[in-house]
């Protein structure tokens, strides 16, 4: 059975770090990355690591400020936010795609996390 597993949320202050991680169960993946929405909002694209050479892509939103990795084994994949603002509340999803696509959009994931509350304060 295929599971994917984050952990990390919770509630900060503008301008501090959060970090997330998302473990994958049951097979390997060649994309994982991360949407996240809001309340009365669509899920967003936030950050991707892709099948070649971990090639990372990130919503303009989030540029210079999260940064996305994963492990050697390519099961586990975080997200270290930082300079967090109050508009970066939501839910985090954990996102994983089988094929070797160049993009990370919604219709294309195979696998959702159960999602992850990020609470930032101002």
């Known amino acids: 059975q295929v599971r994917l597993v984050e952990s990390g949320g919770g509630l900060v202050q503008a301008g501090g770090s959060l970090r997330l991680s998302c473990a994958a169960s049951g097979r390997t993946f060649s994309n994982m990355g991360w949407f996240r929405q809001a309340p009365g909002k669509e899920r967003e694209f936030v950050a991707g690591?892709?099948?070649?050479?971990?090639?990372?892509l990130y919503a303009d939103s989030v540029k210079g400020r999260f940064t996305v990795s994963r492990d050697n084994t390519k099961t586990t994949v975080f997200l270290q936010m930082g300079s967090l603002k109050p508009e970066d509340t939501a839910v985090y999803y954990c996102a994983a795609q089988v094929g070797r696509r160049s993009i990370m959009v919604g219709p294309l994931i195979d696998y959702w996390g159960q999602g992850t509350q990020v609470t930032v304060s101002s």
């Open positions: 690591i892709m099948w070649n050479d971990d090639k990372t």
